[in-house]
């Protein structure tokens, strides 16, 4: 015979359920990220290594570097040279750019060329205009003709976003923009410092429920059944 359940044990498995879904919704939404900006750029000759080869030669996006010639990047359709801040997207980021003019890397004593990067979480422009201002990210090519990129090694010799000076690589190959994860997914150069270039924002894994969240979507599941299968008696 089917005995209903008494409104204290409704209330109850109705709170079970409302939990199990919003637990639910929890553990599968998206986690919020700080905005992200490109805020500067710089290419550079350099070597196997990823080493300078010459701090003269330099193309950035720094307006406070006067008399160096613009590095040009085409982002979502735009051309942007000099004082850059790119939103991007959380996931992939395609960029190309190029230098405005044509003098070759290897003139310069390099076998490709370095790309270094600034990022930051607000829209203003990185300009500085004096002291070492070392990339937050660096790429680089074995060759002009290699098909993988490579992140420098700790303490390789490279152009500082000062014009003409040099500092140190730090050997990242992430850093945070707040607490999102930024990295460089594809890299590419030619002699003449035209190229493309993909920056990731978040992780590129799937969101997956932490451990704790599954245990209680366990529990309350469990808790769930056994007031059913009370209340089928």
């Known amino acids: 015979m089917f005995t209903p359940l008494c ?6 498995l109705a709170s079970a359920s409302l939990l199990i879904v919003g637990g639910a919704v929890l553990c599968t939404a998206p986690q919020a990220h700080a905005q992200t900006y490109l805020v500067g ?8 290594s990823g080493a300078t080869t010459s701090t003269s030669y330099q193309y950035d996006t720094n307006s406070s570097s006067p008399g160096v010639t613009p590095l040009n990047f085409t982002f979502n359709g735009t051309t942007y040279g000099k004082g850059i801040s790119l939103l991007l997207a959380n996931g992939s980021n395609a960029l190309s750019f190029v230098q405005n ?9 390099g076998t490709a060329g370095d790309l270094g990067l600034f990022f930051s979480t607000t829209n203003t422009s990185y300009n500085p205009s004096s002291g070492a201002r070392t990339p937050d990210l660096l790429v680089s ?5 290699a098909t993988a990129f490579f992140f420098p090694a700790t303490g390789t010799s490279i152009n500082d976003y000062v014009f003409s000076a040099s500092t140190t690589y730090s050997g990242a190959t992430s850093v945070a923009s707040g607490v999102t994860p930024v990295t ?3 890299f590419h150069v030619n002699d003449n410092g035209a190229g493309a270039v993909t920056i990731r ?6 969101a997956t429920p932490e451990p704790g969240s599954l245990a209680l979507l366990t529990g309350l599941s469990i808790t769930g059944g ?3 299968k009370r209340r089928r008696k």
């Open 141 to 145: 090519r074995a060759t002009n003709g």
């Open 41 to 48: 750029a710089l290419l550079f000759a350099a070597n196997g």
């Open 7 to 12: 409104s204290s044990r409704r209330a109850l």
């Open 101 to 109: 003019a044509v003098t070759p890397i290897s003139n310069f004593g």
């Open 201 to 206: 924002v978040g992780s590129a894994a799937a």
């Open 184 to 186: 460089v997914t594809s």
């Open 226 to 228: 056994l007031f059913l």
